[in-house]
């Protein structure tokens, strides 16, 4: 197909995708682009972290967890349009205390999901999400050097019924360079 030129919006329903066509086999692999919704459209709320939260679909949800309890969060369910953000308001560093976004029901993360780990310091890994992993488990370390603190969000994000796709804009500081994040 030739390059094309739209004037005025490009719709989608389930996403942008961009395929790569292996030479050899001719198999082709699909990713999913601008998993970072714009957020206009959302509204905002500001929780209390003292008890489990069931997040709601097309809203910001301004939470102050700070690693000093453990923080168990639902997402609600996975139906394409919606939208779910996780905005840290607090910095992390008052203990070890898990963060967990759970999927609702049999809602999973899209397989092959990313997101950044820093379980021993400086070294960084990718974690990855496997097919049927529905939880998504963020560890600070007790001090104040974690990559999620106030500032950065998480992204939720469905285009097709029961799946949700994740995308996050951490700390880029130089010494965010603690806390470690799984998929289960």
């Given amino acids: ?14 996403g942008f995708q961009q395929v790569n066509k292996n030479t050899s086999t001719g198999a082709y692999t699909a990713r999913t682009l601008g998993l970072k919704p714009d957020l206009t459209s959302l509204t905002a709320t500001v929780v209390a972290t003292s008890t489990p939260l069931t997040y ?5 949800t301004v939470n102050n ?13 996975a139906t394409a349009g ?7 308001s607090d910095d992390t560093t008052g203990g070890t205390a898990v963060l967990t976004f759970t999927c609702a029901g049999s809602d999973v993360f899209r397989t092959g ?5 820093r379980a021993t310091g400086t070294v960084q ?11 998504l488990t963020y560890t600070p ?15 939720f994000t469905c285009f097709e ?12 500081a130089n010494d965010a360079d603690t806390g470690a994040a799984a998929w289960s």
């Fill in 1 to 14: 197909m030739a390059n094309t030129t739209f004037n005025g919006p490009v719709r989608s329903e389930k």
């Fill in 56 to 60: 709601t679909a097309n809203v910001i």
């Fill in 65 to 77: 967890y700070t690693g000093a309890a453990a923080q168990a969060v639902t997402l609600p369910a």
């Fill in 82 to 88: 919606t939208v779910v953000v996780h905005a840290q």
């Fill in 113 to 117: 999901s990313k997101v950044e780990s």
């Fill in 125 to 135: 890994t990718i974690s990855t999400s496997a097919a049927t992993n529905t939880v």
């Fill in 141 to 155: 370390a007790n001090a104040a050097t974690n990559s999620l603190t106030h500032g950065c969000y998480l992204y």
């Fill in 161 to 172: 019924n029961g799946t949700w796709n994740f995308a996050f804009d951490l700390s880029r």
